[in-house]
């Protein structure tokens, strides 16, 4: 049987481990899959978790059998004594990255990217699972995302119980791209030779590191979506990096030695990162180069105040997807 082995950090109440339990049990009555969660810095108890796994055992007892509780210390060493592990497994597992806890809202907000952007490729209904995986959310998170959405009548459910967006409207674009990506974090760096090098500079030194992981965001990645974009020129460069906010930058100083890290907003920024943490990125090709994802660039034009370029964008996507309903 495939385990998924998933990694959780701080936990501090009994509904996240109860998400994540009742995750685990679908994912068995789907696929026959069997899960280990890994708990690093839990505020729960020996003695709760040992009560959270009986009352689990009680209500999916056929998917208990294959879900382990684990808890992994400081040194991200995990305590075996339990005998969850099988011989020689507590290596593999000592091995694993454990990645930093996403802020409240993450969840929902890379469900509905994830929906949006299906419908602007036209990839059509997907079951719940699969945009859980593509999202990289839990299945409850997930559930409850889409059912907000199919309050608001944006969905259409196929018998199979999967499911698309039926259209969206392009009122609620600007108001979900702003406050959907209040929760994205970015690294912003200024040159400090005084001389910096133009966008297209940097591109060119970025596509010589051949990397999959980078996409070019921004005024840059706009204009590959929408060619008309009115701007000349480009304020400064967007990347985004499929990871998280512990993603190592250390490429920053290949493409450009006078880059430095900067914690002040306020600084006009030479190059912005922007951290991607989900499973499907959604990254175009154009050529060698990656491209960041409509919505990524679309939050960067509203970010650098091009409200009424952003919303020309808006207004050429939409309408190319536009459906007439009866």
């Known amino acids: 049987m495939k385990i998924i082995v998933k990694a959780r950090v701080g936990i501090s109440n009994v509904r996240d481990l109860r998400a994540d339990l009742l995750t685990a ?3 068995y009555i789907e696929g026959k899959t069997g899960t280990t969660l890994i708990l690093q810095g839990c505020k729960l108890s020996p003695n709760r978790l040992s009560e959270e796994r009986r009352l689990f055992a009680m209500l999916a007892p056929e998917a208990a059998e294959h879900v382990s509780i684990l808890v992994q210390d400081e040194n991200n060493k995990i305590d075996v004594a339990s005998g969850l592990l099988k011989d020689g497994s507590s290596q593999e597992i000592n091995n694993i990255s454990i990645r930093p806890k996403r802020a409240p809202g993450v969840g929902r907000h890379n469900v509905n ?3 949006l952007l299906n419908w602007l490729d036209g990839l059509g209904p997907q079951t719940i699972k699969s945009i859980s995986e593509a999202s990289g959310t839990s299945y409850p998170t997930t559930a409850a995302a889409i059912s907000i959405l199919a309050d ?5 459910v196929k018998k199979d119980r999967s499911i698309s967006l039926k259209y969206f409207p392009i009122e609620q674009w600007r108001q979900w791209i702003a406050s959907g990506f209040e929760h994205r974090k970015s690294a912003r760096f200024i040159d400090r030779s005084g001389q910096p090098r133009p966008p297209s500079s940097l591109i060119k030194r970025l596509q010589k590191l051949g990397r999959d992981d980078i996409a070019i965001s921004g005024i840059e ?4 979506y929408y060619p008309d974009l009115d701007l000349s020129g480009s304020l400064r460069l967007d990347l985004v990096i499929n990871g998280n906010h512990g993603s190592d930058l250390g490429f920053v ?5 006078a880059l430095e890290l900067s914690n002040n907003k306020f600084h006009k920024a030479d190059l912005v ?7 499907k990125t959604h990254f175009k090709q154009n050529g060698e180069l990656l491209i960041a994802d409509p919505l990524e660039c679309l939050a960067d034009l509203y970010n650098m105040k091009l409200d009424q370029q952003a919303d020309q964008m808006l207004r050429f996507l939409s309408e190319r997807k536009k459906v007439v309903h009866a």
């Not at 990645?221 to 590959?224: I, K, L, Q, Y």
């Open 152 to 156: 608001q009548d944006l969905l259409n």
């Open 25 to 27: 049990a679908y994912e």
């Open 221 to 224: 990645g706009a204009r590959f």
């Open 113 to 115: 990217n994830i929906l």
């Open 253 to 257: 100083k290949k493409i450009d030695p």
């Open 273 to 279: 990162i922007h951290f991607l943490d989900r499973p």
